[in-house]
């Protein structure tokens, strides 16, 4: 046994519990009392818009049925283009992403004229689409866009000419050509940006070229195919939103 650590005892039982109920009393809050000036996202615009959609789906394989399509909308460009130096005209929106979507089908391993058995396989496509639209600001208007400038100075500068044809007291009064003066301007302009509030798919799927395989056994009412005409409806509700001071009214 090592002489320098003698063995661990335990010198007693934990005791204690709940306590009483301790007594409290309220502090008062200390607040602002001018109204401030914030930087918050202001809403511009909600709008819902309309996509159509007309596509081609092929499967790696043939398939008999269609068990099931999983959708997700994914937005991957809300881009509101704006004209600085546009008097009037609608100020235009472009949406651009894709539909993610699983496909769930089910194939053919062995088959008689009572029946078809086989895997469930899945496929996952991306489905593009893009639109521009008009917007109409039914909340705040945007923040006014402000142009980088550019603009040059010159100083006078008297200078004596030599030469023939002039005079000892002719002078050249001019700018100065041996240097170059600029003031330039940037501006960094809040960006609009947008949220994505529902998407909703109305989808028409249709199997193209479906027949039944020569000499195999299936059922009467069965066939195999590889693609998949989609017609969809997607409505898109879209939130503008762009970072702004708002000045909050006193308390």
Known sequence: MDRCCPPFKPSGIVT???????PSTTVPIVGITTGPTVKIPVVLAELQLQINLDSTITLPEPALEIKDIKKRVKV???????????????????????????????????????GVCGDIRHCTVDVPFKCMTAVVFNGSSPASLLANTTNEFTFFRKQPLHGPGFAEKDHLLSSDLSEFNQVSQEFFNELPFCELISARIVEYDEFLNRKRPCGVNLPFEEGEFRQVEEKAVLQLVLKILQNQQVLLPIP
């Open 16 to 22: 204690g519990g709940t306590q009483c109920e301790c």
């Open 76 to 114: 991957t460009q809300c881009l509101l283009l704006q004209d600085p130096f546009a008097v009037s005209g609608p100020i235009m929106l472009s949406v651009k992403g894709f539909i993610r979507k699983n496909i769930d089908y089910s194939t053919r391993l062995c088959s008689n004229k009572e």
